[in-house]
């Protein structure tokens, strides 16, 4: 009975659009004796991978400690590594551009990324490098239990879903991690460089806004 039940459940995952379901059980220890704060502290001076070497400051990640929507990218950049603080440069002033036209203020979000130190010449953070530090993305999801996810671009997308699709066929799909519905868009800077593109994270992020409406809606 049980089994058939959670067949059905599963098929009307599907039916509703969620490709696939991913959970954070069984893979990592959270210490939620910490408020998100504290081990933002706690970390700062993380030598796990060789990332840290060229370091100015660990970005950890900023906002709301109980948010409904988290953003996350693919790791800092050079205003970022100077100020420790996520989406900062021509690509975050973009990203706030972008949630305050579905009405969305930056301090309502969590905003992070897959790596929280820069990578040389902002290249794309190797498989090793993520693969240490996304210990400390679960962590924050686990902590902060947003309803919402937006991945921002491919880089996040494959490292946080497991699964290496182009970045439109992560767009086309919903998929649920630990119980946040998550969506997928372009990063701000593939907008700064193809403007192009901007319509169509126009499309994903007025899809976000529904589910952010349907969300606040329960709540009231």
Known sequence: MVLRSLQQYLELMKLSGINEIFSLKNDIQTDNSRTIEELKEKYKNCRKCPLFK???????????????????????G?????TGKPFVGRAGQLLTKMLKAINIERDEVYI???????PPQNRNPLPSESEICIKYLYEQIELLNPRLILLLGKVASVNLLKKNLKIDEFRKEVFFFNNA????????SALLR???????????????????????????
Not at 112 to 118: A, D, Q, S
Not at 200 to 214: G, M, S, T, V
Request: hydrophobic share 30%; proline share 4%.
């Open 54 to 76: 060229e370091r100015t400051n660990l970005v950890y990640g900023e906002g709301s400690s109980s948010p409904i929507l988290m953003l996350i990218g693919e790791g800092p």
């Open 78 to 82: 050079g205003e970022e590594d100077k």
């Open 112 to 118: 992070t990324n897959i790596v929280k130190c820069r």
């Open 181 to 188: 519905k998550t969506f997928v868009t372009y990063h701000p």
């Open 194 to 220: 193809n403007e192009n593109l901007k319509k169509y994270a126009w499309d994903d992020l007025k899809k976000l806004r529904i589910e952010y409406d349907k969300i606040l809606a329960e709540e009231h």
